[in-house]
C-alpha cells in the first residue's frame, strides 16, 4: 500500500522538466470603439473589429491578458500619460508631433491611396505625366492634397471637405478623378451612385505617395512592452495570422 500511495503522489506531481507558462501582467489597452470597421461597439455591447481582434493575438502571442479599455478619442493620449491605461490601439497616426510626446510600435496598418475615374476612362498609368492637364478632386488639409500639389503640377487641383463631395463632382462629370483613401473611395465605388466610376491607379511607386501610418501608443518609458510588441507584431505578420484577421474587414491589403 505504501508503495502504491508514492507512485501515485509522483504521479500527481509536475514532473522537473515540465515548464509552466508564465503569463505576464495584464496590459491595458484604449479603444475608441467608434470607427468601423477598425473598432466599434457591437450588437453584444462589446468592443469588435479590426484592431480589436488584432489586440487579442498580440495578447496572446505575448501570454498575456489583454483589458480593453473603451475611451473616448478626446483626451485619449492624456489618459495614457496619466496611466488611465497602458496602451492604445484606436487609429493612432504616427506623426511627428505625437512623437514628441509618446512612443509607438512598428506601424500595424496603412491605408493605401488610389485614383478613381469614369468607366469610359481605362484602367492605367497615373503619374504626374499622365494626368497633365486633368481635373484631380482630393480632400483639402490632406497627406493626399500635400501629394499632388508636390507632384501634380501640371494638373488642375479642386479641393473638398469630404471624400463624398469630390466623388460626387466626379459623378456628374465635374472631375477627371479623384485621388484618396483607398478604403473610402471603395466605398463609394461599391455604392449605388459609385457604379460610374472604377479604379484608374494606385498611387504610383514613383514618386512614392508617403502612406499615413498607424501604430500603438505607449508611453516613452515602456521601452520593454514596445520590444514585446513589436515581436508579437512580427510574428503575427509572418505566420498569417494578421492576414487572416485583415481579410474579416478588408478586401485589400493595408501592411
Known amino acids: 500500500m505504501l508503495a502504491g500511495l508514492l507512485i501515485g503522489l509522483c504521479l500527481a506531481l509536475p514532473s522537473a522538466g515540465a515548464v509552466t507558462p508564465v503569463r505576464k501582467p495584464e496590459i491595458r489597452i484604449a479603444i475608441e470603439g467608434a470607427y468601423p470597421p477598425f473598432n466599434f461597439i457591437g450588437d453584444n455591447n462589446e468592443l469588435q473589429g479590426f484592431e480589436v481582434d488584432l489586440a487579442k493575438n498580440l495578447c496572446e502571442v505575448m501570454q498575456t491578458g489583454c483589458v480593453l479599455v473603451p475611451r473616448e478619442w478626446d483626451g485619449i493620449v492624456r489618459g495614457l500619460l496619466d496611466k488611465e491605461y497602458d496602451a492604445i490601439m484606436s487609429s493612432l497616426e504616427i506623426t511627428e508631433r505625437r512623437r514628441k510626446k509618446i512612443a509607438f510600435s512598428d506601424s500595424y496598418y496603412r491605408i493605401p491611396a488610389i485614383f478613381i475615374g469614369p468607366k469610359d476612362v481605362a484602367p492605367g498609368e497615373v503619374s504626374p505625366s499622365a494626368m497633365a492637364g486633368k481635373t484631380i478632386g482630393t480632400t483639402g488639409r490632406s497627406d493626399h492634397e500635400a501629394y499632388l500639389k508636390e507632384f501634380y503640377k501640371d494638373s488642375e487641383i479642386a479641393l473638398y471637405s469630404k471624400p463624398d463631395e469630390a466623388s460626387l463632382d466626379l459623378l456628374v462629370g465635374r472631375l477627371d478623378s479623384v485621388f484618396g483613401d483607398k478604403r473610402l473611395l471603395t466605398r463609394f465605388l461599391e455604392s449605388r451612385e459609385g457604379t460610374c466610376c ?27 512592452l514596445r520590444v514585446r510588441l513589436n515581436r508579437a507584431l512580427a510574428q503575427i505578420k509572418a505566420d498569417g495570422t494578421y492576414d487572416r484577421i485583415r481579410a474579416k474587414y478588408f478586401p485589400f491589403d493595408i501592411k
Open 198 to 224: 472604377h479604379i484608374l491607379g494606385d498611387a504610383p511607386k514613383e514618386p512614392a505617395y508617403r502612406h499615413q501610418s498607424y501604430g500603438i501608443g505607449l508611453r516613452k518609458e515602456d521601452e520593454e
